[in-house]
């Protein structure tokens, strides 16, 4: 009765910034088509075949502006079927729970669940009561609850301690696959990218390797600054955020509090057979991506990628291992590429589809439309 109780909440709440959401347009739809490669179906993370993605935003009176975002890769016992992962930090000035371990085993066991900084604690607690209660897992002892964040402590009450573990395991029971929604949503309700406001976004690509054609999914999680650029077209020079404008002047654009610093949290997904150590190279790629956009990796920057292949053959079970399937180290370069493209997209989309948020007193508008399409139109 309280799953479902919390799950009707979560949807009210959503009701009207979904709506807003989708009366704005995605990165394609203005014409900003990073790379060369074509998109999946969906142009999400769950263009991989079996990832799915559940996310419950809370939106309370006027000061709570946070959420959780889920991200598994697939939709069995993750324990008791690991897949290969990796992580790449770019700036480490943020939290990653559980990274060591995926470093050294090169396997992730849990979903992966991003959240705001203070609710990490709450977030880990979370994903190993799931991850205990599932058939199968009645002897673990030990889990490794992967949780990254991001500080939305400028919108969001984040002292106030209002994500629980129920809402992270709500989040991880409405995982499901198909569209994701993107903007102000899940752990992005509250975060601010270059000023303006951030939030949720993710694309795909589609890789054509010899007789067969990988997909990789990115999901970011926007909360940095720096100087925007979409598509090449300096915008930071042209459109500046009102809450920002005399930063703007010296070159960096700031977020509402003031400050530069921020974090990014990147998820790739991948069908490749790609062990830990490509994965990890294939995870750096999206950090750099984040260059592309814009962003200053300033001193307060927390920027981290965590990447698994979905690739059956490469889990990580109690059964006999069949055989590997690992893709040479010499084809990886196009997946390379279209990580970087798929996380260019991603960003530009956790911008665009986010919408006006007012949280502790403050307002952070969403990036204008209008403005950044003549901006592009004009210097294309």
């Known amino acids: 009765m309280q799953h479902r109780w919390l799950a009707a909440i979560a949807l009210t709440m959503l009701a009207a910034p979904l709506a807003a959401a989708e009366d704005r347009p995605r990165a394609r739809d203005l014409g900003i088509v990073p790379g060369v490669m074509e998109p999946g179906p969906l142009n999400a993370i769950t263009d991989v075949a079996g990832v799915r993605v559940g996310q419950v935003t809370l939106l309370e009176g006027d000061r709570v502006r946070t959420g959780v975002t889920a991200i598994l890769p697939h939709g069995g016992n993750l324990f008791q079927a690991k897949v290969p992962g990796a992580v790449f930090v770019g700036n480490a000035f943020g939290k990653l729970a559980g990274s060591t371990q995926v470093r050294e085993l090169g396997t992730i066991e849990t979903p992966i669940v991003l959240t705001n900084t203070l609710a990490v604690g709450p977030a880990v607690d979370g994903v190993v009561a799931w991850t205990l209660a599932l058939p199968g ?73 010899g007789v067969d054609t990988w997909t990789v999914g990115v999901l970011v999680q926007s909360n940095f600054g720096g100087r925007l650029t979409i598509a090449g077209v300096p915008v930071w020079r042209h459109l500046t955020p009102r809450e920002g404008r005399s930063a703007s002047r010296a070159g960096v654009q700031r977020d509402a509090a003031g400050s530069a610093d921020g974090s990014c949290m990147i998820v790739i997904a991948t069908d490749a057979p790609l062990d830990a150590r490509n994965l990890e190279r294939l995870a750096a790629r999206a950090i750099y991506a984040m260059a592309r956009t814009g962003s200053t990796f300033s001193n307060g920057s927390g920027d981290y990628a965590i990447a698994f292949s979905t690739h059956p053959s490469l889990r990580v079970t109690g059964a006999a291992a069949p055989p590997r399937i690992v893709l040479p180290t010499d084809a990886v370069s196009p997946l390379f590429e279209a990580v970087m493209d798929a996380t260019e997209e991603a960003i530009y989309n956790s911008l665009l589809k986010a919408t006006d948020t007012t949280g502790n007193g403050r307002t952070v508008h969403a990036i204008p439309v209008e403005q950044v399409e003549g901006l592009l139109t004009t210097r294309r």
């Open 137 to 209: 897992n009645e002897e673990v002892r030990s889990v490794n609850a992967l949780v990254g964040e991001t500080n939305d402590g400028t919108l969001n009450d984040i002292r106030g301690g209002h994500v629980t573990r129920e809402h992270v395991i709500e989040a991880i029971r409405a995982a499901r696959t198909g569209p994701v929604n993107e903007g102000a949503v899940g752990a992005g309700a509250g975060t601010i990218a270059f000023g303006w406001k951030g939030g949720i976004g993710t694309a795909s690509r589609r890789v054509p390797l």
